[in-house]
């Protein structure tokens, strides 16, 4: 797939999801002319590019959705609930094409594709025939704000000034500015003088940049809205101005075309102050106010402020504020990054065995800017939360339509940012819950109203940072979980001993256990029992924790909590006989010192901290480390979720950056749930990587969480 | 990997003890020197450890364990045979793992008219992981089936009796 291809095709990902946000935006307030605007504008867009790159069947869905957007546009029909659905319809088999490169995987799809398009026909007929049916002679009212007049006299011919200054990458977006201007010549009669001060010398030129700009006359009796849409492909890659300048076709008059002539040599150019002032002085009559105000007025044609990062900051200075950068390029940067780590590692190692000055100032040096050039790395590979949130807005709004339940979706906190690799596997997982909680959580209007709620559910989903995660909360003011139900449910899976005692948080945490479904009919959306194990699942692959915390009548919160980046953490390096571990930083507290004697001296493994007793994690026991253990060790205290425990090692031996590698087809055994993964030292040796929250739990003994 | 279609095969041989063994060359990735194996706490008997390719985490398997023979200390001839393996559980994954051998032999062909099956007498093997054996003057070469032998869900089965068995 040539490069152009593959922009068209995420051109057209980013614009599917404009279009859903738009909707959704529609759907709570039907009248928002500019939403309004937005759709058809993309509508448009999709049309050209799709039939530009053969994507015939994208283009004939929204060759006649813009012809319905058009009709609600001029006001001629009102949004409704079926245009909506259509469109929604619509957005779906996009993607899907998208994804298949215009192909309909099955006959199913195709009968549907093709049903589709026929309501969308039939509704583009329908309203064709009303329109027509309603009095042609009203008075058509255009759409532009900032002209609100309205045109009598369908003769009346008035001349434009039309400043189009194409930014300099029009031309790699696939548009040809020769065209529009052809276009234009097609509206009336038409005067063009090319600027061309902007072109550099011959070798400086770069063949995909625009340096082009046109001052055009036009005298024409359309309206200035029908000259905007001439430019409406390049409308985010240029400056469009339009002005009125005359209420007559001003290029009869051979005068003002010299005028214009001499003006377009000279340095300054044409601009409507000259305009203006030649027109002014030119009239025997001193020119209207109305007119005067006329000139005044422009329509700037602007992209609306978008994510897309192609983002022009002026037209004077083609500064990028931001460049989209694909994403494989990030990962092998960051690739390099964690390389460079590695050798970083190998670099203090070796200016230590060698007493030198100046290499030890160079290392160090080089372990400071390491620092700074991994951080921002790690800064550049996050993308906020609202790139996934609006995926859930779409799922509500089916879902809650599919099983007639009314409810409020709102989210919090979409400018949080988390690592990408993080976000693309994270949305599946919350995909999950966020139905679950349609399904389970959110009770139908009537048994809330019993119940003595509102009618209408409410799920929120936020995400923030603490503790140096990322948590993400999804909230639902549904039925909650009845403890005793899944310990019923348990007991009659055979999960459960009728005698284990079980509290009721761990009762709730049984839901995430392989094969547990309380619904009591398995509905298509959830209730396989494939589900919470396979969430709990994805989300420790990220090296993330997931809670549940629920009551009866009152709703469900689930928690999940991941870290900021996936590949480097800081941590301590530490050794147990000749094996180095690494734990993370984030959890460790202090540091101190013991005697050996000491550790099998205290009672029911704990040792006394500061005071207080404190449990103890042995990990040359617990590892079945051999050797003799040095008469002083050293413990370091971590606390996870407000446990504190003392996990005890022969020697710490200092801060230590480190990539994790994942153990390969170790990490598939059993028995490794202790480990992170492994890192790789400067002398070459492996370290292997604690997983301290696990420790923390399996010390604990909490079996359930 | 299907071996029907070609009938002559380059195989790598390797020595457990006095016991020559062949592994199809398709599967070998490379031969490396042992350098510093990190032991991993809780792993199965047959788990060496880890060690470091390049910058990758290798897990290493102690083949004389996995076939049942004792374990020895690494000697100078001591080598790690990195194989890539198809993982049966998941179609087209493949996973990368050490093989820790005494020695390595030599690089040679046979076609599949000379290799023959199995005996049914007198092997301590799996015979599951022996495809078949060849004959070299005194000696007996198995052809060792590598998938089978080193397949993940032979570590996890192995793991979870192993764990049964320590437990």
């Not at chain 1, 984030?586 to 000491?598: L, N, Q, T």
């Not at chain 2, 063994?21 to 450890?49: D, Q, S, W, Y």
Request: with cysteine.
């Amino acid at each position: 797939m040539d490069s152009l291809h593959e922009k068209f095709l995420e051109e057209v990902t980013e614009f599917v999801a404009d279009l859903e946000n738009a909707l959704l935006e529609l759907e709570k307030n039907p009248e928002n002319q500019k939403l309004i605007e937005k759709v058809f504008r993309i509508m448009h867009t999709l049309k050209g590019t799709s039939a530009m790159f053969g994507f015939d069947k994208i283009g004939n869905l929204t060759h006649d959705l813009e012809t319905i957007y058009e009709f609600i546009r001029e006001q001629k029909t009102a949004l409704s609930e079926e245009i909506l659905s259509l469109t929604f319809a619509s957005i779906d088999f996009i993607k899907i094409l998208v994804d298949t490169n215009n192909e309909l995987p099955t006959e199913e799809y195709k009968l549907k594709y093709e049903t589709l398009l026929f309501s969308i026909k039939r509704k583009v007929d329908i309203l064709e025939r009303n329109h027509s049916a309603i009095a042609e002679t009203a008075n058509d009212i255009s759409v532009s704000a900032e002209d609100a007049e309205i045109v009598l006299d369908e003769k009346k011919i008035v001349t434009y000034y039309i400043q189009f200054i194409p930014a300099g990458h029009l031309l790699t977006t696939g548009v040809n500015p020769l065209y529009m201007i052809d276009d234009v010549y097609a509206l009336g009669e038409c005067k063009v003088f090319l600027r061309n001060k902007n072109v550099p010398d011959l070798l400086q030129i770069q063949e995909e940049s625009c340096y082009l700009s046109w001052d055009i006359f036009l005298s024409t009796s359309e309206e200035k809205s029908t000259i905007a849409e001439v430019f409406l492909f390049a409308e985010d890659a240029c400056t469009l101005k339009i002005h009125k300048i005359a209420d007559k076709p001003l290029l009869q008059d051979n005068a003002f075309i010299q005028k214009m002539k001499e003006l377009s040599v000279v340095t300054e150019g044409i601009s409507l102050g000259s305009i203006t002032a030649y027109l002014h002085s030119a009239s025997k009559e001193p020119a209207r106010k109305e007119e005067k105000a006329e000139a005044k007025k422009e329509v700037v044609v602007e992209d609306e402020p978008k994510v897309s990062l192609s983002k022009i900051a002026s037209s004077k200075n083609n500064s990028l504020t931001s460049i989209r950068v694909a994403s494989r390029k990030l990962d092998e940067m960051m690739n390099v990054v964690s390389e460079l780590i590695t050798m970083q590692a190998r670099l203090t190692l070796f200016a230590e065995k060698n007493n030198s000055a100046e290499l030890t100032s160079i290392a160090e040096n080089f372990d400071k800017l390491l620092r700074q050039l991994r951080d921002n790395s790690l800064k550049i590979c996050l993308v906020p939360m609202e790139t996934i949130f609006s995926r859930f807005q779409r799922l509500v709004r089916d879902l809650s339509k599919d099983l007639q339940k009314n409810i409020v979706f709102s989210t919090e906190g979409g400018e949080t940012e988390v690592d990408k690799s993080i976000i693309e596997n994270l949305s599946d997982p919350i995909l999950h819950l966020l139905r679950n909680s349609i399904d389970h959580g959110i009770e139908d209007a009537e048994t809330r109203i019993r119940n003595g709620k509102s009618a209408q559910g409410k799920i929120h989903l936020k995400a923030f940072y603490s503790e140096g995660m990322v948590q993400i909360v999804i909230e639902d003011d549904g039925k909650g979980i009845d403890p005793k139900r899944i310990r019923e449910k348990a007991i009659e899976k055979g999960i459960l001993n009728e005698t284990t005692p079980l509290t009721d948080k761990e009762a709730i945490n049984l839901i995430f256990l392989p094969g547990f479904s309380t619904a009591q009919k398995v509905s298509e959306i959830s209730g396989r029992g494939v589900g919470m194990d396979v969430v709990r699942q994805r989300i420790e692959e990220l090296r993330g924790e997931i809670y549940i915390d629920s009551k009866v009548n009152k709703g469900t919160t689930m928690t999940i909590k991941l870290p900021l980046s996936l590949s480097i953490i800081d941590g301590i390096l530490v050794k147990a006989d000749d094996t180095c571990f690494v734990i993370p930083l984030s959890a460790v507290d202090k540091c101190y010192e013991i005697r050996h004697d000491e550790i099998h001296a205290g009672f029911n493994d704990l040792v006394i901290i500061d005071g207080e007793q404190v449990p103890f994690y042995y990990l040359r026991e617990e590892f079945a480390i051999s050797g003799e253990a040095p008469a002083i060790e050293q413990i370091i205290t971590i606390t996870y979720e407000g446990q504190k425990i003392a996990l005890i090692v022969d020697r710490i031996v200092g801060e230590y950056q480190s990539v994790l590698k994942p153990l390969g087809a170790m990490g598939i055994s059993k028995g490794q749930e202790l480990l992170l993964g492994a890192t790789i030292m400067g002398d070459g040796t492996v370290a292997l990587v604690l997983d301290s929250g696990k420790i923390v739990k399996q010390l604990l003994h909490k079996v359930f969480i | 990997m299907s071996t029907e279609s070609v009938s002559i095969q380059s195989y790598l041989s390797f020595k457990l003890g006095q016991e020559i063994f062949a592994a199809n060359v398709l599967t070998v990735n490379e031969v490396l020197e042992v350098g510093k194996i990190t032991k991993v706490p809780h792993a199965p008997a047959f788990m060496r450890g880890v060690t470091n390719l390049r910058g990758t985490v290798l897990p290493v398997i102690d083949t004389r364990v996995k076939f049942g023979m004792t374990p020895v200390a690494e000697t100078q001839d001591s080598c790690i045979i990195v194989l890539t393996i198809a993982q049966n559980a998941e179609a087209g994954k493949h996973i990368v793992i050490g093989a820790l051998v005494d020695s390595v032999v030599e690089v040679f062909e046979a076609s599949q008219e000379q290799i023959k099956p199995l005996p049914a007498m007198g092997v301590r093997y799996n015979a599951n992981f022996i495809k078949g054996t060849f004959k070299v003057g005194e000696d007996f070469i198995m052809f060792l089936d590598i998938d089978k032998v080193f397949s993940s869900e032979e570590l996890v089965v192995l793991n979870s009796s192993e764990e049964v068995a320590s437990a």
